[in-house]
């Protein structure tokens, strides 16, 4: 929903992106059908009229956005890809400037391994991508009712940390660019 994914952009950009993620699933799980999105994501915000029409705006205007990117079968909207790549950029400079973040980063290092590792050869992205990807499918197990291992919760815990400190940093970046 649009405020939703406003607030969550405005203050935690880790979680914009997860957020998003989200709704891009959700679109395709109606494999792009706007009667389907209305009929069965829309029609059930217990909302006003008026809200429930600016919803299925938002909805729509994001189904747009994918069709016209080619993205209703899978990837990410071309924001979100800038957004994390945004957020690698400052990942690799914090690397080499706050020791704080470099101790947090090592701690989850060994879980960015582990899951290129179990890749074997798909192209996983960047660490930052990694991270985003290992919370989300943190969330995804847990809406589905899967049984979740402590080792995966562990290092969504350690990808959640990195992805913090990152959106802490940012926000603060972008507070004070407005200034």
């Known amino acids: 929903m649009k405020s939703v994914a406003e607030n969550k952009r405005a203050t935690n950009i880790a979680e914009y992106i997860i957020y998003m993620y989200q709704m891009e ?5 109606y494999q ?13 915000y217990p909302v006003s009229e008026e809200e429930r029409n600016e919803i299925s705006e938002w909805y729509l205007a994001l189904l747009g956005k994918m069709k016209d990117q080619d993205i209703l079968e899978k990837g990410h909207l071309k924001e979100l890809n800038e957004l994390v790549f945004s957020l690698a950029e400052i990942h690799w400079k914090l690397l080499k400037t ?6 947090i980063y090592n701690k989850t290092k060994p879980f960015v391994i582990e899951a290129v590792m179990q890749a074997e050869g798909r192209d996983l992205g960047n660490e930052i991508q990694i991270c985003l990807n290992g919370i989300y499918g943190l969330l ?5 009712g899967k049984k979740v291992s402590d080792e995966q919760l562990k290092s969504a815990e350690a990808f959640g940390d990195v992805l913090s400190y990152l959106s802490r940093y940012y926000q603060t970046l972008h507070s004070l660019s407005k200034n």
Do not use: H, M, Q, W
């Not at 699933?25 to 799980?29: E, F, G, N, P, Y």
């Not at 706050?98 to 101790?103: I, L, R």
């Not at 995804?140 to 589905?144: A, S, V």
């Open 98 to 103: 706050d020791a704080k973040y470099f101790e």
């Open 25 to 29: 699933d959700l679109i395709r799980s």
């Open 140 to 144: 995804l197990c847990r809406l589905l």
């Open 32 to 44: 792009g059908n706007p009667e389907e999105i209305k009929t069965f994501v829309v029609s059930k």
